[in-house]
């Protein structure tokens, strides 16, 4: 969290609330109506009389974008800053937006008949709890929290203001590897102008990397924000899906880079899922001997786990990711909104990898993305932006203290033995790898009471919160033999053994390695269980 938007009705507080805030956060507060009075050298009152409203709301949107794109502050915003979309969509990807809340009645009594507001200069009582009625919608459809004011003391309600914010799901996340890099986490992150990160205004061109569905969908809106944001660009689509993500397809994106006349001093952006990341990923790492690349994922998948942590590369026709690099991105940013377009069979991957993460993260990530579930299938943003921050902020931490994949970060693998067996046995594309990841995860379950002990009820909590999580059941076709024997050719397996990732508990687990004989005879007790 950087930057805090105070937003409600006239009288709420948000001046005193302001400066309280900013003073318990360390951050300079910013009264948005002063910004816009320093800028046009005259009062508010003296804005509305001569520019209407409407000059008056050109000016505070102006102001917000400054401001938006300045240092981080407490900012105290006039109660109409939510009338425009823009300014809405704004606040909300760039920092909290909290929500002072206060009845008509408060307000009138807090404000009185002042002079200064010219908003309240021809309202009685009732011209004040419209106004309130017609802009509390969108307050609240604004806010990422909403903190009560009335019968509550300044400090009482900064005190409650700042315990929200700080342990707020909301803002962006750092990651330490590679130079370092932050992942920018929101809703309609598009819309914005300044919503690349500096680092691409400054680059000479911009290759647009993404597949044929994506491009159709998404490609304008990006291509509009690089041109609005002075950034020259050109576009390379992909055929969509794993197939893509070759030898040779890399090579002909390379020359298609050569061809644009992207130089070193260009970037490549990858608009897409895990496919497109990888990819373009692979061939940023590659190209001049590495131009950074900026991914801006469009599956739940991606957003969760594969646009974070430079792992890039393409397949081989000996096996899946054969060859690669690691290539941290210079940024991350998801959106969304973009998840809007997603086919529900992408969107089980997604939550299937979203259900890895919360079991190894621990417990209260458990408890979030169980409470969510409902709202998660129905897609409500708020709940998408909670999931996809919890699994971000747990993929970032791991990442960061372990670039390479030398110790923890094999925890990600969780579930992805068997996951891998049964896309293989079944045939790639024949099964969603995240439905196939969500068996793998059953089976974990089931090997972690078998060898570590684990509770009985862990293997009932993952069944459940994959089930809640609306993740469909597979049922496994292939022969035991057929799996276990692409289990023990899995990449991680040392000599035939196969190491698992299994859980003592939520959110603690380690790495076993298994007899071949012990884990096809657990595959077949679990498959006849199941
Ligand atoms: N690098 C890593 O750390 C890492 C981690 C996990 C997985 N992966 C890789 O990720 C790949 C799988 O990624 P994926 O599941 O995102 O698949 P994907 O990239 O193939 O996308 C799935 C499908 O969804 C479509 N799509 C994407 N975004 C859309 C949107 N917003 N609206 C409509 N359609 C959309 C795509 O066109 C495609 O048809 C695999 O190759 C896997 O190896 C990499």
Redesign the pocket.
Known sequence: MSRVFLIGFMGAGKSGVGRALAAELGLSFVDLDSEVEKTEGLSVAQIFERDGEQGFRRAERAALAAVSASADAVVACGGGVVLDERNRALMRSSGVVLMLDVSAEEALTRVGSSRTRPLLQDADGSGVRDMLQERMDLYRATAHHIVATVGRSVLDVTREACSVITSSEIGDIDVSAGAGYTVFIGASLMDETNVFPGMLASRSRVAIVT?S??GR??AVCIERSLREAGVDSFTCTLE???TS?NWLRAGTLLEEFALAGLDRQGAVLAL???????LAGFCAAVYMRGVPVVQVP??L??QV??SI?G??GVDLAAG??LAGAFWQPAAVLSDVT??N???DA?WH?GMAEAVKTALLAGPEAVAQLTADAVDLAARDEAAVLRCVRMCAGFKARVVSADERESGMRECLNLGHTLGHAIEKVAGYGTVG?GVAVAEGLRFAAFLSARLLGAPSELQQRVNTLLDVCGVPRYLVTGSVADLAAAMSLDKKARGGVVRFVLLRDVGDWVVVSVEPDVARKSLADWLDRS
Do not use: I, R
């Not at 897409?272 to 990888?278: E, L, Q, R, S």
């Open positions: 597949d569905n994506v969908l998404h969509p899906g794993e993500k897409g899922g895990g496919v497109v990341g990888d469009t599956t998948l991606a786990d594969s942590g792992k890039t899946k990711n973009l998840l377009t997603l086919p992408e991957n790898h």
